[in-house]
């Protein structure tokens, strides 16, 4: 059974930093493109950072320049490290992971991170 499992969000003050991570397993990981996202309330879940199975990163407008996203293989891990956080950043943080080829998606449960200004 596949799971992803998040940990690392929590409260922070604006400026301050957390770092997310999201453990995979009963996947091969290295086969998987793994992605960052959000949900605050009231609003659309959407992308925050995704990287791909080759490491290659991609981060959306609002956070390039302070959040990165990492994998390690060895570890089945995908990490978000974000740096200078904001109120507007506060929302549900959820993993994903997206085969190659076929496209299948598994969702990791969430964690909540929430920064008070």
């Known amino acids: 059974q596949v799971q992803l499992v998040e940990s690392g969000g929590g409260l922070v003050q604006a400026g301050g930093s957390l770092t997310l991570s999201c453990v995979a397993s009963a996947i091969t990981f290295s086969m998987y493109h793994m992605g960052w996202y959000r949900q605050a309330p009231g609003k659309e879940r959407e992308l925050v950072a995704r990287i791909t199975s080759g490491g290659n990163p991609y981060y959306v407008d609002s956070v390039k320049g302070r959040f990165t996203i990492s994998r390690d293989s060895a570890e089945n891990t995908v990490y978000l490290r974000m740096n200078n956080l904001k109120p507007e950043d506060t929302a549900v943080y959820y993993c994903?992971?997206?085969?190659?080829?076929?496209?299948?998606?598994?969702w990791g449960q969430g964690t909540q991170v929430t920064v008070s200004s």
């Open positions: 994903s992971a997206k085969r190659t080829i076929t496209a299948v998606t598994y």
